[in-house]
C-alpha cells in the first residue's frame, strides 16, 4: 500500500531529544503493525536554522510540507538568540494557520504510577479533552505601539474572532462530547470582563449547541474554570476554549496530572486538505535541554495520535499500553520522580509494542 508521508521537524532544544524516542516508537509500531511510514527529516523551522539563514523557514516551506500526510513537530525556541515571536510566528503559528489547523486537541489524563500533585486523586479521576480554537482569536499581530519610548506609549493588541472559525471548532467540541460517554461539555468563557467577543462567543456556543441535545452545557468563566481544574477535574468531559484560554488551560490541565512532559497535542485539520500537525504541548525546555532528561512521553503520545488521525487505531492503542506499563513500571524521567534518561524511557516504551 502507499506509505504514509510524516514529515519530522525536531525544531529547538529539547525538541532534538525527545524527537529520535518518538521516532523509536512510530518504526517499533509500524514494524509491529506492518505500517508503511516514510519520514522526511527536516532541520528547518528551527533556531539553528535562523542564525544559519536569517529566517526560521525557506521560502518553499509550504510546498515542501503541503505532500505529507502529517507533520510530527517537537518544539521551537531559543529565546537566548532569537525572540520568541520572530520563532514562533516564523514557524509553528504559520504551519497551525496556513494549513488551517484549526482544531488543537489537547488531552489530560492522570495515569496509574503517576504522583498527582492535587491530594486524593486516583488514576482514572481525571481523563478530559481540552478543544482549543487554534487559529485565530487572541492570537494576531494586529495593532501597534504608539508614542513609542514616551511616558505616553500606547500599545493596541487586536483579537479576530469569526463566525466561520468559532462555530467550527464549536462543533467539533459538541460532536466530541457527543461521542464520549458522558456527554459534557464545559466552555470556558469571560463574559464579565470581555465585554464584547466572549458574550458573543456564548451565543455562538448556544447556537451550535442547539443540534446536540444531548449534550450537557456548562459556561465557566476562565478564573474559576482554572480553579475548578485544580479543586474538582473530575467534573469535566470536554472542554472547549478560545485561542489563548486554550493554551492557559492545556498547561494547567497536564500540570494537574502531574507533569506536562506527558502531554500530546493534535493541531488538526479535519478536512484533510492540508496535513495535520502533532506535537507535545511543552515548548524546547531550554533549562533541561542538553541532559537527556526530557520526559519523551508527549512526544510518543503525539505520535500515537498522529497514527490515530491516520487511520491506524492498533497501533495508537499499543502505544498509549505501552506508555500506560511504563508509567507503572519504569523507567520513568525526574519530572515524573524516577532518574532514568530519555532515551532509557524511550527505549522501554519502544520494547513493549
Ligand atoms: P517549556 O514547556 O519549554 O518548559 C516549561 C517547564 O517545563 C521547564 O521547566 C521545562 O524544563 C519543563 N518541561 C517541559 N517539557 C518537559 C519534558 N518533556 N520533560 C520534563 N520537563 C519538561 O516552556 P517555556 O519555558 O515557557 O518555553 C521555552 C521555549 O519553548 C520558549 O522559546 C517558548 O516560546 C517555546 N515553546 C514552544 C512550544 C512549541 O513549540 N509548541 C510550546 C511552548 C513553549
Ligand atoms: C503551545 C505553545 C504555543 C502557543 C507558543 C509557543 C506560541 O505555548 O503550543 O501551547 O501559545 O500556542
Ligand atoms: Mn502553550
Not at 41 to 51: K, L, T
Not at 325 to 345: Q, Y
Request: overall charge negative; hydrophobic content about 40%.
Amino acid at each position: 500500500s502507499t506509505p504514509f508521508k510524516i514529515a519530522a521537524i525536531p525544531g529547538d532544544g529539547i525538541g532534538k531529544e525527545v524527537m529520535p524516542e518518538g521516532l523509536r516508537v512510530l518504526e517499533a509500531a509500524a514494524r509491529r503493525f506492518d505500517i508503511p511510514l516514510e519520514f522526511t527529516q527536516i532541520d528547518w523551522a528551527s533556531c539553528d536554522h535562523y542564525a544559519k539563514t536569517g529566517q526560521m523557514m525557506p521560502d518553499d516551506w509550504k510546498a515542501q510540507l503541503q505532500g505529507h500526510d502529517a507533520i510530527y513537530f517537537g518544539a521551537v525556541g531559543w529565546p537566548a538568540t532569537v525572540p520568541d515571536h520572530v520563532s514562533l510566528w516564523g514557524s509553528l503559528l504559520k504551519f497551525r494557520r496556513e494549513f488551517d489547523q484549526y482544531i488543537n486537541l489537547r488531552p489530560a489524563r492522570l495515569f496509574e504510577g503517576v504522583p498527582c500533585p492535587l491530594a486524593g486523586r486516583k488514576a482514572g479521576d481525571i481523563d478530559f479533552m481540552i478543544v482549543r480554537e487554534n487559529t485565530e482569536g487572541e492570537y494576531t499581530n494586529l495593532g501597534g505601539v504608539m508614542y513609542e519610548g514616551t511616558e505616553r506609549e500606547i500599545v493596541i493588541q487586536e483579537s479576530v474572532f469569526s463566525r466561520f472559525g468559532a462555530d467550527r471548532v464549536l462543533k467539533y467540541a459538541f460532536e466530541l462530547a457527543q461521542s464520549r460517554q458522558r456527554k459534557h461539555l464545559t466552555v470556558a468563557t469571560k463574559s464579565n470582563g470581555i465585554a464584547i467577543s466572549m458574550p458573543w462567543w456564548d451565543k455562538r456556543a448556544d447556537a451550535v449547541g442547539a443540534d446536540f441535545p444531548e449534550v450537557t452545557v456548562d459556561k465557566q468563566h476562565i478564573d474559576i474554570l482554572s480553579a475548578r481544574f485544580v479543586l474538582q477535574p473530575s467534573r469535566f468531559d470536554v472542554v472547549v476554549a478560545s485561542n489563548l484560554f486554550g493554551d492557559i488551560l492545556s498547561d494547567l490541565g497536564p500540570a494537574c496530572t502531574g507533569t506536562i512532559g506527558l502531554a500530546p497535542s493534535a493541531n488538526l485539520n479535519p478536512e484533510r486538505r492540508f496535513p495535520s500537525l502533532f506535537e507535545p504541548v511543552h515548548g524546547s525546555a531550554p533549562d533541561i535541554y542538553g541532559k537527556n532528561i526530557a520526559n519523551p512521553v508527549a512526544m510518543i503520545w503525539s505520535g500515537a495520535l498522529m497514527l490515530h488521525f491516520l487511520g491506524r487505531r492498533d497501533a495508537h492503542d499499543a502505544i498509549v499500553k505501552a506508555i500506560e506499563r511504563v508509567l507503572i513500571e519504569g523507567p520513568r524521567t525526574g519530572d515524573l520522580g524516577g532518574s532514568a534518561s530519555t532515551t532509557e524511557m524511550g527505549k522501554a516504551i519502544a520494547a513493549l509494542i
